[in-house]
């Protein structure tokens, strides 16, 4: 026999889950993905599927209140607000000379310099990079 | 029941996004898990407010996602440019 409370608890608690695997998922990748621009694609997905899906659930168990009401605009803020935040983050470290990992990205940025194997341009890259980042520190 | 799982796994990705904050080789990791801390806090007191049966802390959670909106583009603003935007740091010296 299900009436409709089990079924409210049911689908919160399926939403809530939905967020939390989400919410586990990101922060992994924000520990463990290897540069920033990577870390940037986990980030967005607390923010955008850990966060809607976890305010959903809260509005399935809430109801037609007031709350309900600050509930969706917590959301369609973050929503809206978060990719903009993510996308200024990329913008900014982009612009002050972050050197993406990744092969074909390496060869790509050594390829202006130097005209040599795909090995050698990424020795090249690292070693631009790793000069980038100790003069971002003494900076 | 499930709010208790959802506002336990917030702070275990807490601690994360702060560990990421202490080892983050650039000052843009920093920022961004600064940022994702601010998404877990305000998940955090709005789970909170429906845990205790108060649920007016949805107020404070809205407060805080507009903190930590401008929170941010204010401290990339800075990083990109030397100010606030209050006056050209060529013009101060």
């Known amino acids: 026999m299900m009436d409709g409370q089990m079924l409210i608890t049911i689908l919160s608690g399926f939403f809530i889950a939905l967020g939390v695997v989400a919410l586990l998922i990101g922060s992994l990748g924000l520990l463990r993905l290897p540069d920033v621009y990577c870390r940037i694609h986990a980030v967005g997905m607390i923010d955008t599927a850990g966060a809607s899906f976890i305010i959903l659930g809260m509005i399935i168990h809430e109801g037609f209140t007031l709350v309900t009401v600050k509930l969706v605009l917590i959301g369609v803020f973050m929503f809206f607000t978060s990719p903009i935040a993510t996308h200024a983050v990329a913008q900014v470290a982009y612009k002050s000379g972050v050197v993406p990992v990744g092969r074909n990205l390496a060869r790509n940025a050594g390829a202006k310099t130097t005209k040599t194997s795909a090995a050698k341009s990424n020795g090249v890259a690292k070693k631009t990079g790793k000069t980038e980042s100790t003069s971002r520190g003494t900076s | ?93």
Request: proline share 4%.
């Open chain 2, 1 to 93: 029941m499930m709010m208790l799982v959802a506002i336990s796994a917030c702070a275990v990705c807490l601690v994360m996004a702060l560990v990421r904050t202490m080892l983050g080789p650039t000052a843009f990791d920093r920022v961004l898990a600064v940022n994702a801390i601010g998404t877990l806090i305000i998940l955090g007191i709005a789970l909170h407010g429906f845990i205790m049966e108060r649920p007016e802390f949805v107020d404070i959670a809205l407060l805080y996602a507009i903190l930590n909106f401008i929170g941010t583009f204010a401290v990339l603003k800075l990083f990109s440019t030397g100010s606030l935007g209050d006056a050209p740091p060529s013009r101060k010296k």
